[in-house]
């Protein structure tokens, strides 16, 4: 496997053989190996210095269920620390069939033009993207699919991410070619951004299926995998209803953001969750199972398609975290309206979580009604727009409070708080707090651990056991669905990853990745300037109770402290 | 000597002797003991825990020239570490008189109800200011004059404190009763606003001088400091310029912030110097000394008074600091205009400093061109407006170029530089790197140093004394100006502070209290999560040669690390 390095200056690519020391790592931990040697961690992070890595995981390359997600990485404008961003779509396959293990931007132009750079199995060519400048992504990816052709994998920003906004995304295509996979969080998009660079587009049509070692013994632990997946009940319910299942059981667990996180349950919260979004769209006429893969072999198919009452889609995925934050968050609990502002996100290019938190601190600035979905689409133009109002609350949640003078704002290390309030489900508040990442619940999910959720004392081990095998998946882009099934079978891993690469990696490999990881991480921001004060849940949320079970983030500072000594 | 705590929220004041290891410390040394053994350096700095402390210098209640300045200090809302922003004016003299060493505000209201702390020596009285709110300082003071008399001091805060806006500061009466001496850094107008408190009237007429142990040898000290002051050359630079003296040794040292920080001398920086505004003052029919003191007793007279063509006000003082960031550094060569501007920041109540760097960032962000006036006197209504744009505006340098998403922003731990840029002023960058407080030159200025100021071996240590010295000073009480005249009999120091006190301090008790407070401070701020990646020059400085020199700051990390190794 090949390193590309690519200098968005001079515009020249520079091959060469992956250094042996990052053979057994991919995805997020390989971006943080790189990070971490040649990133210098204070620089500026849409500066110069600061570098765009697009890495696959360690699993991609195979079609395996689930198992073929791109990490993309780089110091965050948002966090001020390290950041990997990871998404479905198609562009990881692409980018392992030309035979890259981690593709590296470096540098940045000195004029304002704008570029496409076409990458294939020869190398890479700079094509001007000055035409697509200010487009949103959906006609931009059009458009480029019409240029350069349907088999290619593309990844792109919106007009968030040409504006270099704190929160906005890199949208990838889904197999079906529409750009709505998107590395989300910490602003991987502004860094693209700062590049200069509005696509890349991956045209892997003379590259080839990366080998595999031991093919029969792959296919056997394919099978086996893709049997524990399938039998799993959490996979039934995925491809039922997409993560939209969750509202639900959100709400009961009083952990669901309403009003800005000034509650854990929507009294509307019916009218948002999985069961209605799936008998509304039965009702008008979908089939009876409206979910779709973004990934080809996906056995899962969580991604919802929302269609409106004439049938015209209006987005997909409608996924769970949108819904809270969106919908709940901002007191609306009309799903046609959630779908229409998550369109408009994807669009610019934007982090719908953070977005969402911040429109929450906005209404609490009175800048916007709770529930009023018109004057949050009115809003999203004026980012769109690149208002002074736009350019607040489109930079994110943090910057919205600080701007407006709000003390409730829901994030750590400036990045907004996912869809779980951490005052009642204090294992996820646990990893919001101490991840490397800031607030994300993927970094570390407890919500399904069969613990006390309200008992400060049994979280930070619950958090560090979550974090450390997210932190592998993510080495091997295994999307966090797919984990229920090597939960099963935890030998897969191992059985799969030597077959393919003919390594001899023990039942541990997921842990050492994810302690790996974790540990690089933490140097890296330790050297950017974060200390143990940047890893607490804000003070409000420790001091106001959260009802209606009226719990605070109480989990101890020396809980939080200790949980990265293994 | 006493301290006065107030708790806001239920109204209460409780009087304690001040305890014995605070006696010898005051002002900016007093505020960080006292914020570090009890305000959590995590805390939220606009939230209950943080407190406001007022404290005179040590040399307070005399009418030493020069020597009556008030403390203010807080955890700063825009730094996030300790905070003392230092003035001149009235009140610290009564607060002195009043018995008090240190007032302190404590807790946080939970209605939204404004109020006057009325203080004499029997205790403290609450009374309504809602009928105040929203009201500018000009306003506000004369109403406050007019209902309790000219006799008192008051300090007070503007809309912008009312806001919250994270560079207001606390304005206090000069000798004259005007509002205009300012408490201006890092945001203490909004921790005031934050406790709701929209004045406070101090009533000394019930109280006393402060005593003095051996009046003979004070008054033979005061004679020796008050000569030595007098006979200085800079003394009489300062009265007849005021501060404006220094727009031109800028521009010729190349270190006149223009136009954002691009350049290090402005074309027309003889419109905007000393020279020519005494002039304009002097052909517009003012006396030909048109200033006077801020403080009763100050020989110096800094404070110019500026007036327009028809002989009316149009404010005092215009000091260099606004000259250089609201003139120059935004391409205005007109001293009405600035004057007019300055006028404004104070009746908003809010740092010119940081507010004119907000606005260059801006000019950078094409929201105003560079040298228009008017726009940017539009954009100061937007402020008191308390629109989106107002609000980023508002909130000074930092935050603009983080929502506007402007690189070339010259500011450190989220504070604005004043007025020497330090790419040809090395020491002062050293100062603005590490100084606790922020980019603040008042921290440790070095211009004056007989040394290179391009040669960065050099720098390091002649910050270090500067930092040492001024935080010394700011124990005392003392005016950057008068420290001219103690440089050359430093024994009046001792003298002065042992006589009034009785004590026996030998004549390196400057630097003692210098060192104290700097580590006081430094461990304030690592406990709220600073590390040597907050004690750093913004990366473009660094990269960006300063015209006309042609000058980076280049001063090495190490030397930036090692300046509080004694």
Not at 17 to 45: M, S, Y
Not at 78 to 85: D, Q, S
């Amino acid at each position: 496997m090949e390193t590309w390095r690519i200098n968005v200056r001079s515009q020249k690519l520079l091959r060469q053989t992956a250094p042996d020391h990052w053979e057994k790592l991919g995805g997020r931990g390989l971006i943080a190996r790189i990070l971490l040697d040649e990133v210098p961690a204070t620089c500026d992070p849409l500066g110069p210095f600061n570098k765009l890595i697009f890495a696959p995981g360690l699993l991609v390359g195979h079609m395996l269920s689930s198992c073929d997600r791109l990490s993309v990485g780089c110091k965050s404008p948002l966090t001020g620390g390290i950041k990997e961003a990871n998404a479905g779509g198609s562009t990881a396959l692409q980018i392992v069939s030309l035979g890259i293990k981690a593709l590296i931007l470096e540098d940045q132009p000195t004029t304002s033009d704008w570029w496409i750079i076409k990458i294939c199995a020869d190398g890479v060519v700079f094509e001007s993207a000055n035409s697509l400048a200010g487009l949103g992504v959906y006609e931009t990816a059009e458009k480029l699919l019409d240029r350069y052709g349907d088999h290619n994998a593309i990844s792109l920003i919106g007009p968030g991410g040409e504006m270099q906004l704190l929160v906005s995304g890199i949208m990838n295509l889904d197999k079906d070619r529409t750009p709505s996979r998107i590395n989300a969080r910490g602003g991987v998009g502004a860094v693209m951004g700062s590049k200069k660079i509005k696509a890349i587009v991956f045209d892997a049509s003379a590259g080839r299926k990366a080998p595999i070692i031991d093919p029969e013994a792959y296919k056997t632990a394919h099978n086996i995998f893709n049997q524990a997946l399938l039998e799993h009940p959490q996979t039934a319910i995925y491809r039922d209803y997409g993560t939209s299942a969750m509202t639900k059981m959100a709400n009961s667990m009083g952990t669901l953001p309403t009003r800005n996180f000034s509650n854990g349950q929507f009294e509307k919260a019916e009218m948002i969750s999985g069961e209605f979004l799936r008998q509304t769209l039965i009702d008008r006429g979908s089939p009876s199972n409206p979910t779709h893969s973004c990934m080809a072999g996906c056995v899962i198919r969580c991604s919802n398609v929302i269609a409106d009452v004439n049938g015209k889609i209006e987005v997909a995925p409608l996924d769970y975290e949108t819904i809270g934050l969106v919908g709940s968050n901002l007191g609306i609990a009309d799903l046609d309206t959630i779908a229409r502002i998550n369109w408009t996100l994807n669009d610019i290019g934007l982090d719908s979580i953070d977005i969402g938190a911040a429109l929450g601190v906005a209404c609490d600035a009175g800048l916007m009604k709770f529930g009023d979905g018109q004057r949050a689409e009115e809003i999203l133009q004026e980012i769109r727009n690149n208002t002074p109002l736009g350019r607040i609350i489109g930079n994110g949640a943090a910057l919205t409070g600080k701007v407006l003078g709000v003390r409730r704002v829901p994030v750590v290390k400036n990045q907004a708080m996912s869809a779980y309030d951490p005052r009642s489900v204090k294992g996820t508040g646990v990893t919001y707090a101490t991840s490397p990442m800031g607030a994300d619940h993927t970094a570390g999910q407890t919500i399904r651990a069969k613990i006390d959720h309200l008992d400060p004392k049994v979280q930070a081990q619950t958090s560090r056991g979550a974090q450390i095998n997210s932190a592998g998946y993510d080495n091997l882009g295994v999307c966090s669905f797919a984990t229920f099934g090597f939960a099963v079978v935890p030998e897969a891993i191992r059985d799969l990853i030597n077959a393919r690469y003919g390594w001899n990696i023990g039942t541990d490999f997921l842990q050492v990745l994810g302690r790996e990881t974790l540990s690089l991480e933490r140097e890296f921001n330790k050297r950017a300037g974060f200390s143990p004060a940047d890893d607490r849940i804000p003070e409000w949320m420790t001091q106001e109770p959260l009802p209606p079970i009226g719990s605070v983030f109480d989990v101890s500072n020396e809980d939080l402290d200790g949980i990265f000594n293994w």
